[in-house]
């Protein structure tokens, strides 16, 4: 069992809907991060988070450390939020040991 | 503009040959690190590097090397004894690696034949 896990692991949504895609990990960490991958592959950093929320954009990530789980919200979602979605969590004291979720595939339709 | 750079973004080989794929930042970054992705599965460390002409193995470190003799570089040899390694390799930096966020690279595609 993957300490880091994702859900879901694909979702299709059509232009303009909410979307939330939800990580909950079993380590304790010191934060958290959430990342975009684009079908070309490079991955952009998102969030990076260690408590409550941050905000940018169409994007909302949220996180409650007491329920060790962590949420990533897009209002109004465009097809050019289709992407791969992960989470990673840093445990405390270093990154060289992150952990990675593997993915939420996102598809928006027109 | 900075940033990481990885070339080249694909990298075609014959199986038993030996290869080294790239990895540039101009971060001014202390902390680099090696990744392989495979469909389905999470992101798997390789190699990290804390300083320059240190490094240590990740969770997957058999049939990889690696070098770090300029702190703006650490490139990656996928030698003939890495069973699989057809994969997606990104590299990463950050300012250290204690609670610092990573900032990935384009990331290379390798197919071995």
């Known amino acids: 069992k993957n300490e880091v896990e994702q859900s879901p692991q694909n979702l299709t949504a059509q232009e303009g809907e909410f979307i939330t895609i939800n990580c909950s990990y079993s380590v304790g960490i010191s934060a958290l991060h959430w990342l975009q991958q684009h079908p070309g592959g490079g991955i952009v950093s998102l969030f990076m988070l260690s408590s409550g929320k941050k905000k940018h954009g169409r994007l909302i990530a949220t996180i409650n450390i007491q329920e060790k789980h962590s949420s990533l919200h897009i209002t109004a979602s465009h097809p050019r939020d289709s992407a791969v979605y992960i989470c990673a969590a840093y445990p405390p004291g270093t990154a060289s040991k992150l952990t990675f979720g593997t993915g939420t595939r996102l598809q928006v339709t027109l | 503009d900075g940033g990481i750079t990885q070339s080249p973004k694909y990298l075609f080989r014959k199986e038993g040959q030996n290869v080294t794929l790239s990895c540039e930042q101009n971060l001014n970054h202390d902390a680099m690190y090696w990744y392989r992705q495979d469909p389905g599965q999470g992101l798997r460390l390789i190699y990290y590097?804390?300083?320059?002409?240190?490094?240590q193995k990740g969770d997957i470190a058999e049939g990889y090397s690696v070098s770090r003799e300029k702190k703006e570089s650490f490139p990656l040899t996928v030698t003939s004894a890495q069973k699989n390694p057809t994969a997606f390799y990104l590299c990463a930096s950050s300012m250290q690696t204690t609670a610092y966020e990573q900032y990935f690279g384009p990331g290379t595609r390798l197919t071995v034949t």
């Open positions: 590097s804390q300083i320059v002409n240190d490094f």
